[in-house]
């Protein structure tokens, strides 16, 4: 227990951060603000890394119980609940990240996504790589990454730029502890700003993704098996996956290279250390559907619905639009519906409501987003 009152602790802190994460309060009460007021929580954390009141506050945001909804229906349209693969558990990090993040630097780096020109091509590998072991859950690929983006920033004309598109390409992709390395790498040689905010939020992330509310529990891969047994029985199950895809192009790849740690030791390693078992954290979703569930088809999730609906709307004779809707049947035919939270939205009174003709124009689909609000 810390030696020093609330009070003490307050006031170590300028006025200007607690006038901060009251606007973050303010903000994260209104519908679709959650996101908004954690960037303000992180903007805190860049500057006093260990503010405990900012990183609570930022899980606190994130409980809203209709960001957990959106977070919910958007990571279904890409991962159904069911799929436990170890794998798909990144991904959903992955995603939520990319769902929730407000740094400001995340679209000027999407903009140049090969890095400095000089290394573009040994960062390219390196991140082929990660992709393995996000796309593959080939877990040995994080090994040879790190080893081939050592190798792009001892060339590096710039590593300081360098270092941070390593980081930023680790926290994309839901690496989160691996981009805190490569970021703290770089904030202990530089004195960079962006960087030192892209940490905040990443190591946030690393320390607390056991616990993202619309994430459920991290399996083995036994509900993608048992689902699988009704889907199509002739699929891999999870033990049989193919977790090592290496073609010509791969294997020359990582051929100058060795990985981080020797397999052997790596394994030596495994067994010496006991079995680390997070304790679960309170949970404000219950989970417990996706081990009763009976592996049949059911109705399209509501979501599903609303788009179809829209295809429908702009199909006529387009074969396109046709084709999508078979593929979006045939796709969530075994995804399952989430209900909405029963509390209606809560709209900031001094915004003006979103209008949908504004962007859609003559489109005719306006109604549809009415919809949305009507349903959810």
């Known amino acids: 227990m810390s030696p020093y009152t609330n009070k003490e602790l307050m006031s170590a802190y300028p006025d200007y951060v607690h006038k901060t994460l009251t606007r973050a309060r303010e903000e994260g009460q209104w519908h679709a603000g959650q996101a908004d007021a954690a960037a303000l929580c992180f903007d805190v954390l860049a500057l006093f890394p260990d503010y405990e009141e900012a990183k609570q506050l930022v899980y606190e945001l994130f409980c809203d119980e209709w960001t957990i909804y959106d977070n919910r229906v958007a990571i279904q349209q890409n991962i159904d609940e069911w799929d436990d693969r170890p794998w798909q558990q990144r991904r959903r990090l992955a995603l939520s990240y990319r769902f929730m993040s407000r740094w400001d630097g995340k679209y000027e780096a999407k903009m140049d996504r090969g890095g400095p020109k000089d290394v573009s091509k040994i960062l390219e590998d390196g991140k082929m790589e990660l992709l393995g072991a996000y796309c593959l859950g080939e877990e040995e690929c994080t090994d040879y990454a790190w080893t081939i983006f050592a190798d792009a920033i001892a060339k590096a004309k710039d590593p300081q730029a ?43 992330w690393r320390d607390n993704a056991h616990r993202i509310p619309w994430i459920p529990p991290a399996g083995d891969g036994s509900r993608y098996d048992h689902m699988m047994d009704f889907i199509d029985p002739s699929a891999p199950k999870t033990k049989d996956y193919v977790q090592r895809v290496r073609n010509e192009n791969q294997l020359e790849r990582i051929a100058p290279y060795r990985p981080s740690i020797d397999k052997r030791l790596a394994k030596l390693f495994e067994k010496s250390m006991p079995e680390k078992r997070e304790v679960p954290a309170s949970t404000l979703v219950d989970w417990s559907f996706l081990d009763k569930d009976d592996g049949q088809p059911r109705e399209l999730p509501d979501w599903a619905k609303r788009q179809i609906k829209r295809l429908e709307r702009l199909k006529d004779d387009d074969e396109t639009s046709k084709e999508m809707i078979d593929d979006m049947i045939q796709t969530h035919r075994y995804s399952r519906n989430i209900e909405p939270p029963s509390t209606p939205k809560r709209y900031d009174p001094n915004e003006p409501p979103f209008d949908p003709s504004e962007i859609l124009g003559g489109m005719g689909l306006g109604d549809d987003f009415e919809d949305d609000d009507d349903e959810d």
Do not use: H
Request: charged share 25%.
């Open 162 to 204: 360098t270092l941070f598109w390593i980081g930023w390409q680790y926290a994309d992709l839901g690496c989160f502890a691996d981009a805190a390395e490569a970021l703290g790498e770089l904030c202990s040689r530089f004195n960079d700003e962006k960087a030192r905010r892209l940490l905040a939020e990443v190591v946030w």
